[in-house]
Nanobody, 129 residues
Framework: QLQLVESGGGLVQTGGSLRLSCAVS????????TGWFRQAPGKKREGISC????????YYSEPVKGRFTISRDNARNTVYLQMNNLKPEDTAVYYCAAGFLPNTPAQEMCTIPGHFGSWGQGTQVTVSS
């Protein structure tokens, strides 16, 4: 059974950096597309970065483009999200997701969260001003 566990969240000042990790178990990560989503209080969950497993094509939402980087280490079965130049509006609970999506473009994965069948429990990121 596919399970995901996020870590690496915390409190950081504006302009700081954090690296989130998502440990995947139960499956071989190389067969699965992965994504990072976030949900701020009172807002719906938004996809911020997704990666197709086959060709590793990535998608980033406009608010994070140029600041966040998604990567994966298939040998460690781990997905990462490097977040630089953090802003207060990045404050949210961050979730990783995985799914067997061989024919779904990375952008579509991120804009339709329902594509992903497996989710982690989330990790809180708070950016102070």
């Amino acid at each position: 059974q596919l399970q995901l566990v996020e870590s690496g969240g915390g409190l950081v000042q504006t302009g700081g950096s954090l690296r989130l990790s998502c440990a995947v178990s139960g499956v071989s990560l190389h067969q699965y597309a992965t994504g990072w989503f976030r949900q701020a209080p009172g807002k719906k969950r938004e996809g911020i970065s997704c990666m197709h497993n086959f060709d590793e094509i990535t998608y980033y939402s406009e608010p994070v483009k140029g600041r966040f980087t998604i990567s994966r280490d298939n040998a460690r079965n781990t997905v990462y999200l490097q977040m630089n130049n953090l802003k207060p509006e990045d404050t949210a609970v961050y979730y990783c997701a995985a799914g067997f999506l061989p024919n779904t473009p990375a952008q579509e994965m991120c804009t339709i969260p329902g594509h992903f069948g497996s989710w982690g429990q989330g990790t809180q990121v708070t950016v102070s001003s």
